[in-house]
């Protein structure tokens, strides 16, 4: 039974960068499910390495920050009559090398450059191919549970801006089409990119202490959630940010972790 429905449509996927990654998990999900894909991916080693994930599958090298780039990105593939069901927009990045610093303290070049890259990129790529998406296809980003609470320095705030510019998309685009935006909000998750953040692991484990399950959120969970979105069975989803945290956000007084903290005081 194909209950996504995707069997033979082409789906645009950004950010694969290796089998730990979102963006992973969601392209290999559709491809077993028959959908044809795409890729866009930010450097020659991550071309290599998609290439040998996806063989059958055509990888584009594309810098977000350029968006030049972007333009022909958008103009090959209308060249090549390339007609997407939809868009994965997997994309973050954040200058991380003095470690995470008071929100305050923030650094221009540094907070432009990651909102170029996170967010940014979601607009202008939309753009580049708007007229490669059918005219009910689907895009969907990746966010963050709790774009308040978050102690990732800026891309709090940056996340932020992302799911703004979600229902902001949703709502330019329903002037001559049906194509949907949402965003994922996702707990945290054990990627190879969370790695990199600074103390990510203690807010990864506190996380799962705050699950209802007692067990964190993985990363084939937020794939399925994403597949879900990206196929014409969410249809009546728009402008919308799906909360995929195992139960998080409504267990922050947990009594358990409450006690342990009280009684260490």
Known sequence: ???????????????????????????????????????????????????????????????????????????????????????????????????????HETVYKDYVQASQISVFSLIAISNAIKPCLKNDASVVTVSISNTRATNYGYMGPLKAALDSSVAFLAKSFS?????????????????????????????????????LRQEALSTSEVADSICYLLSPRSSGINATGLLIDAGMSCNYFDEDIVNTIADNL
Do not use: W
């Not at 730990?20 to 999900?29: G, Q």
């Not at 994965?88 to 990045?93: D, K, Q, R, T, V």
């Not at 949907?180 to 707990?187: E, T």
């Open 1 to 103: 039974m194909d209950f996504l429905k995707v069997v033979d449509k082409i789906f645009l996927i950004t950010g694969v960068s290796n089998k730990k990654s979102v963006a992973f998990h969601t392209a290999r999900t559709l491809k077993n499910n028959g959908a044809k894909l795409i890729f866009t991916v930010q450097s020659n080693e991550h071309v290599k390495r998609v290439e040998k994930l996806f063989p059958d599958e055509k990888v584009y090298l594309l810098n977000v920050e350029d968006e030049e780039a972007i333009r022909n990105f958008g103009l090959k593939l209308r060249s090549d009559n390339i007609s997407l069901a939809g868009m994965l927009h997997s994309i973050a990045f954040a200058n991380y090398s003095d470690g995470i610093k008071p929100f």
């Open 175 to 211: 002037k001559d089409s049906k194509v949907r935006f949402n965003a994922v909000c996702s707990g945290p998750l054990k990627t190879s990119a969370s790695a990199g953040i600074p103390g990510y692991v203690n807010n990864y484990l506190y996380a799962e202490k705050l699950t």
